[in-house]
């Protein structure tokens, strides 16, 4: 079947398939309509600008595949927790960090499984998770809490758990940001990172969970644009890098599944290379799949320059079957080339199922995590207590939505005596600084939810002054880093939650209630350590 496909097929056809896209709208415009008639694309990539409910999704993605002559590659980001394409009306799993903080195997796989289940239902097919990154820089702006943990053995459990569970959905896992980006203290969507380890503790650490996602058969293997001069004597990224592309993954490592790049048009790309250049050297180096997001000018940049590479003799057209086979090959082992659209109710009865929602919820209070407790959880409900709150804001597209209503003050209010609650912003300004401060004045009980504290001085100010005051027992949440902990040494409440979502919410007010027990275990190190 596969070379009967490729046998008919012209040569812009092929470049086609290397191509997965994004667009903005919730029904297909222009843009998107001209890359699959004109361009042949392979693949189309969701944000949450796509999404607006399950039944949304599954008209729009039918409505996709039936603009495509081959089936598509319908992608996005659902890595659970802070990272989801779409939220409504599904079950959104704890993310990574909180999963390795409940450290259970089968509950990752069965999360993955039941957020599977769910997107298959949808029209979707290919997940770009789970995240393998070893976190072990405190400082990483990007990485964090989409990481299971710092400890490569405990990443590399959970996220081949996961890559079982998704392939079990009939779902294509894949696992990311080779060869690792959880060691950087910069953002490839806004420059270029650089890791500068040596070959042997890239095996021991980096690599390691890379290495067991591909003995269990992972589909699809997402670059980090990411410099390691380790395996790349130029100063590029992993995406554009034939040694660590083809010599390290497909040579050294053995994998034989789709390699797709992550999006070009990230600044590490786009404002280097540029992303035309950038799509040839990304297939030269061994890339399959070409991931450009947004705009169509750049979307149709990359494809004419592939197309001239390869009219020109610089890629050859056999390097172009060698990716169409293994995108063909892995539609066809997916189950693509059968897929119909879900019925409403199959939707209505598999989406958001009370199945899926028990095991997000069980697995979200098992993550919660005492980090220091001073005999100060359970709350005393009958203290006045005074609470801060953080008003966090997206700060990407596949990133938590504005206007999360559900906080701890609202699920607190009725079962404390007295309560008030304060909403500052994420970086709170002098004023709004001296204002609580002020007010808390005379309460005894105070609790201060931190989001990313660790870039926050105004947060940071906020807790020291609150932990200085003498008969004050102060309980601090960090409701995404855990690592706020280490600019609090002198805080000896802290509990650590790892995401900020309704259920995670509801999950902490539970333990801070004694409805339940905290059982999460910190996935990553804390530089200081107080008696429980």
């Given at each position: 079947m596969i070379n009967g496909w490729l046998?008919?097929?012209?040569?812009?056809?092929?470049?086609?398939?290397?191509?997965?896209?994004?667009?903005?709208?919730?029904?297909?415009?222009?843009s998107i309509l001209q890359l699959l008639r004109d361009y042949h694309i392979g693949g189309v990539n969701f944000f949450r600008r796509n999404l607006l409910s399950p039944e949304q999704a599954s008209e729009l993605t039918a409505s996709l595949q039936r603009e495509a002559a081959i089936p598509l590659l319908i992608s996005l980001d659902q890595e659970g927790g802070m990272v989801s394409g779409i939220e409504q009306g599904i079950t959104l799993m704890p993310g990574n960090m909180a999963l390795g903080a409940a450290g259970d195997e089968a509950a990752v796989y069965n999360a993955a499984l039941f957020s599977g289940t769910e997107l298959r239902a949808m029209g979707l097919n290919m997940n770009f998770a789970p995240c393998i990154d070893v976190n072990n820089n405190p400082l990483n702006p990007v990485i964090g809490v989409r990481s299971y943990g710092e400890n490569p053995e405990l990443v590399g459990r959970m996220g081949s758990a996961a890559v079982k569970g998704y392939q079990t959905a009939g779902i294509t896992a894949t696992v990311k940001h080779f060869p690792g980006h959880g060691d950087t203290s910069t953002d490839s969507h806004h420059e270029l990172p650089l890791v500068a380890h040596d070959r042997k503790r890239l095996h021991e650490v980096e690599l390691a969970p890379f290495k067991r996602a591909i003995a269990s058969g992972v589909d699809a293997i997402m670059t980090a644009h990411v410099i390691f001069p380790a395996y790349e004597s130029r100063p590029i990224p992993a995406t554009l890098s034939h040694?660590?592309?083809?010599?390290?993954?497909?040579?050294?490592?053995?994998?034989?599944?789709v390699i797709t790049?992550?999006?070009?048009?990230?600044?590490?790309?786009?404002?280097?290379?540029?992303?035309?250049?950038?799509?040839?050297?990304?297939?030269?180096?061994?890339?399959?799949?070409?991931?450009?997001?947004?705009?169509?000018?750049?979307?149709?940049?990359?494809?004419?320059?592939?197309?001239?590479?390869v009219r020109e003799g610089r890629i050859s057209e056999s390097r172009i079957n060698e990716s169409v086979v293994r995108l063909l090959n892995m539609k066809e082992k997916r189950g693509l080339f059968m897929q119909q659209p879900s019925s409403p109710g199959l939707i209505r009865q598999l989406v958001g199922a009370q199945e899926h929602r028990a095991a997000a919820q069980s697995i979200s209070e098992r993550s919660i995590t005492i980090?220091?407790?001073?005999?100060?959880?359970?709350?005393?409900?009958?203290?006045?207590?005074?609470?801060?709150?953080?008003?966090?804001?997206?700060?990407?597209?596949?990133?938590?939505?504005?206007?999360?209503?559900?906080?701890?003050?609202?699920?607190?209010?009725?079962?404390?005596?007295?309560?008030?609650?304060?909403?500052?912003?994420?970086?709170?300004?002098?004023?709004?600084?001296?204002?609580?401060?002020?007010?808390?004045?005379?309460?005894?009980?105070?609790?201060?939810?931190?989001?990313?504290?660790?870039?926050?001085?105004?947060?940071?100010?906020i807790v020291t002054s609150l932990a200085a005051r003498e008969g004050v027992q102060l309980t601090v949440v960090s409701l995404r880093m855990p690592y706020d902990l280490n600019v609090f040494p002198e805080v000896r409440g802290y509990i650590a939650c790892y995401e900020n979502k309704p259920l995670t919410i509801r999950s902490l007010a539970k333990v801070?209630?004694?409805?339940?027990?905290?059982?999460?275990?910190?996935?990553?190190?804390?530089?200081?350590?107080?008696e429980h």
């Open positions: 046998k008919s097929m012209s040569l812009e056809q092929k470049i086609g398939q290397l191509f997965m896209c994004g667009f903005d709208g919730t029904k297909p415009n222009e040694p660590i592309l083809t010599g390290l993954l497909r040579g050294e490592l053995g994998f034989e599944g790049t992550d999006c070009l048009e990230m600044n590490a790309v786009s404002q280097g290379v540029g992303v035309g250049e950038g799509a040839v050297m990304a297939i030269e180096a061994g890339a399959d799949l070409v991931l450009i997001s947004h705009q169509i000018h750049l979307q149709v940049e990359g494809l004419k320059a592939v197309i001239k590479a980090v220091r407790n001073n005999n100060q959880i359970p709350l005393n409900k009958e203290e006045a207590t005074y609470i801060i709150w953080p008003n966090m804001r997206p700060v990407s597209e596949t990133a938590e939505p504005p206007g999360e209503e559900t906080t701890l003050g609202r699920l607190l209010g009725g079962w404390l005596e007295a309560s008030i609650e304060h909403i500052i912003s994420v970086n709170p300004v002098e004023e709004e600084i001296a204002k609580v401060l002020s007010d808390s004045q005379g309460y005894r009980q105070i609790i201060v939810g931190t989001y990313n504290a660790i870039f926050s001085e105004g947060q940071q100010r801070l209630t004694g409805e339940i027990q905290a059982g999460g275990k910190l996935p990553v190190t804390s530089q200081t350590t107080f």
